[in-house]
């Protein structure tokens, strides 16, 4: 699934991320979410999360 809606998301779920350093070269981080800082229900970009381990980024993809 795709991490442009909010929807998609949720506490404990498994995401792939770009952090924000990472963004010109797309590498991905892994980890399972925390909490969802994005409010509103949808963004171009992916909804911005916080991992467990405390790295901040929007979500990609939600493998479950």
């Given at each position: 699934m795709?991490?442009?809606?909010?929807?998609?998301?949720q506490?404990?779920?498994?995401?792939?991320?770009?952090?924000?350093?990472?963004?010109?070269?797309?590498?991905?981080?892994?980890?399972v979410v925390?909490?969802?800082?994005?409010n509103s229900?949808?963004?171009?970009?992916?909804?911005k999360?916080?991992l467990?381990?405390?790295?901040v980024?929007r979500?990609k993809?939600?493998?479950?």
């Open positions: 795709k991490g442009t809606e909010r929807k998609n998301i506490k404990g779920c498994s995401v792939s991320i770009v952090l924000k350093q990472d963004q010109r070269n797309g590498k991905l981080t892994e980890g925390k909490d969802i800082l994005t229900s949808m963004h171009p970009h992916g909804i999360v916080r467990e381990s405390g790295a980024g979500v993809t939600v493998q479950g």
